[in-house]
């Protein structure tokens, strides 16, 4: 299908789909939230969280550090935690 009609190949996978579905949940997400603001009695409502792609990470996740240390880095500081531990400043 592909090789015959390149142009609608990406039409025919779910990726296409699932980015136009959750593109959807967003917005109805955000027009509920709109909606319940102007209740009255008014409401403090957070805005809502998108949905989660493939690929991105949540942005309340916490992240450490920027990679693996290399062995050596990584055997000082076993070394210094040990000495902080065993009182051997």
Do not use: C
């Not at 009695?41 to 916490?62: A, I, L, S």
């Amino acid at each position: 299908m592909r090789e015959l009609h390149p142009e609608s190949a990406e039409w025919n996978s779910t990726i296409k789909t699932n980015a136009i579905l959750a593109d959807i949940y967003d917005v109805l997400s955000m027009i509920g939230a709109i909606l319940a603001a102007l209740q009255v009695p008014r409401k403090k409502v957070k805005e809502p969280k998108p949905y989660p792609r493939p690929g991105q990470k949540p942005k309340d996740q916490q992240h450490f550090g920027r990679g693996a240390l290399p062995p050596d880095k990584l055997r000082e500081w076993f070394r210094e935690k040990r000495r902080k531990h065993h009182g051997n400043d």
